[in-house]
């Protein structure tokens, strides 16, 4: 836990020096309490500082001052391996907002691979190689089960391909995976691909994004257990792996020769701390949901020298979380996935986020429906209403989040259109193959829809119903339905396209089987006797 070596007062990163003086001190400290195991019985814990004790205890602690790309990339200069690879982690409650632009170009990485099968899959650079793929965590805040998530991968590459810009238009984009720590999915084989590579592997991104949490899952524990069954496979290798070898060949045992599998150099007096023992199942780094909890890299080594993997500190997201009252913050973060409520917003009406944002439809004649994903109360109200509650003029009493003084501060964070055709989606048994059948062509209306993204705090899908005959009237680019989006200093919003996520974790109507009916009686009686009279002689 060398995240917590900060000092509280000014929260300012510590120098290498520092940061090898506590190394020291909990190495010691370690040994003694293995030395007095027969007297003590059990084993001391490792000393943690006071930030350490409060963010682990107490769910509370001095957030640090997050540290600049330039920062970032002196600590990636500083590697002592040849070969680096920089996981992107980017969080899925807002992909692709937490993507970081032009990272690559920034810390002199190798471009990504394109499409074109003849280029070059190796670059090197003062004889070091870096690369760089992306890796999306908290999947499970898109779907509620993993085959749901694995066939959003082709609408994810897009969402990445449009935020990249003209950079992505020609990439492949293969080197993305969308894991889950809570749940497990895709964390064992990317804890594989760690193993493989070696060297290197450092994990970059913004605060919040889950970056320490997913260290503890993919982190390759007993690498001892993992080189001694690689040394055996080498020994003895299948007859496959032998062919086109000659039999005097020996195998390459990557203990024999310790340089191939341990730090190329060593760099004293850089932003990097000192490397830590290897452990088989060494401390992991501590989570908590305040951002910027990771003061300093955490570098654990692992496989005997193989390599290791570093945590590097967040750089700044947003800062939404400071214009909500100090109780509520912690509400800001989605934990869980979120199953919406249907919202219907009608004209002259608005949809209020916790008095923390506003959307405000402009076009007449238009009921939009809002699903929130998102871990904050929404309600749909009259638009002078809402306006009086987001601006806090006069103070209203209606219970918000925000704090006093940001009712001035709301700004118009832009007007988005909903711009995406989703009728084929929408329409349930009227296009699909095994119900009617029909051509989204010959339907009398279009379906509109978009995400609106909130930063570090989840999406708000919307979506209309425009007839054809309106589309024909109004005329071209005038077509689709516009709202407004109202937020503190008019930031934290974006727009992508939409994702369709009501559809997958919308609540299914399963069919109350009941029993027949009880016949009517009504004129039985009557029927009875006229037979009867008719049956005498």
């Not at 009608?346 to 929130?372: D, F, H, M, N, W």
């Not at 904050?376 to 809402?386: E, I, Q």
Request: net charge positive.
């Amino acid at each position: 836990m060398f995240e917590g070596d900060a000092p509280e007062k000014n929260g300012m990163i510590p120098s290498a020096p520092l940061l090898a003086e506590v190394l020291d001190a909990s190495i010691t400290a370690k040994s003694s309490s293995q030395g007095n195991e027969d007297v003590t019985g059990r084993d001391v814990p490792m000393p943690i500082c006071n930030r350490c004790h409060h963010l682990l205890h107490h769910n509370g602690g001095q957030p640090i001052l997050h540290p600049s790309l330039q920062t970032i990339q002196s600590m990636i200069d500083a590697s002592p391996h040849s070969y680096n690879h920089i996981y992107h982690i980017l969080d899925a409650a807002d992909f692709p907002l937490s993507l970081i632009p032009q990272l690559q170009r920034r810390l002199d990485l190798m471009p990504q691979r394109p499409q074109n099968r003849r280029a070059k899959t190796r670059e090197y650079s003062q004889s070091r190689r870096a690369e760089m793929s992306f890796v999306i965590t908290r999947s499970d805040l898109l779907a509620p089960q993993k085959g749901q998530v694995d066939a959003l991968m082709p609408y994810l590459q897009q969402l990445l391909r449009d935020a990249l810009g003209s950079s992505g238009r020609d990439v492949r984009l293969g080197n993305i995976r969308c894991v889950s720590a809570k749940r497990g999915w895709w964390t064992k084989h990317v804890k594989n691909e760690i193993w493989q590579r070696g060297g290197g592997g450092w994990m970059v991104g913004k605060t919040n994004v889950g970056k320490s949490n997913l260290f503890e899952c993919i982190f390759p524990k007993g690498g001892q257990d993992r080189v001694i069954a690689e040394i055996d496979s080498m020994s003895n290798p299948p007859a496959h792996a032998t062919l086109g070898t000659s039999r005097t060949q020996k195998v390459a045992n990557p203990l024999e020769n310790p340089t191939s599998l341990r730090p190329a150099a060593t760099i004293d007096g850089s932003l990097l701390p000192p490397a830590q023992p290897e452990m088989r199942f060494p401390v992991m780094p501590t989570v908590s949901q305040l951002p910027g909890t990771t003061a300093s890299p955490i570098r654990i080594p692992f496989g005997n020298g193989k390599g290791e993997l570093i945590d590097l500190p967040g750089l700044a997201r947003g800062s939404l979380e400071d214009h909500v009252l100090e109780n509520f913050r912690a509400n800001t973060v989605m934990r869980r996935r979120v199953r919406p409520e249907q919202f219907v917003i009608k004209p002259s009406q608005s949809l209020l986020i916790s008095g923390l944002i506003r959307i405000t439809p402009t076009t007449p004649e238009i009921t939009v429906l809002a699903y929130p994903f998102v871990p904050l109360s929404a309600h749909v109200t009259s638009t002078d209403k809402a306006i009086a509650i987001h601006t806090q003029k006069p103070p209203s009493r209606v219970p918000t989040i925000v704090r006093p003084e940001v009712g001035p501060k709301v700004g118009l964070a832009g007007s988005y259109k909903l711009q995406w055709d989703v009728t084929k989606q929408r329409t349930g048994p009227l296009t699909s193959s095994s119900a009617a059948a029909l051509s989204t062509q010959i339907l009398p209306f279009v379906v509109f829809s978009t995400d609106i993204l909130i930063e570090g705090c989840g999406w708000i899908e919307l979506v209309a119903q425009v007839r054809k005959k309106d589309i024909q009237s109004t005329g071209a680019g005038k077509e689709h339905p516009v709202v407004e989006v109202w937020s503190p200093n008019g930031d934290y919003i974006a727009a992508r396209r939409p994702m369709n996520a009501w559809l997958l974790c919308k609540r299914k109507a399963v069919g109350v089987r009941r029993s027949r009916p009880r016949r009517s009686m009504k004129g039985v009686k009557k029927t009875w006797k006229i037979t009867m009279r008719n049956q005498s002689p």
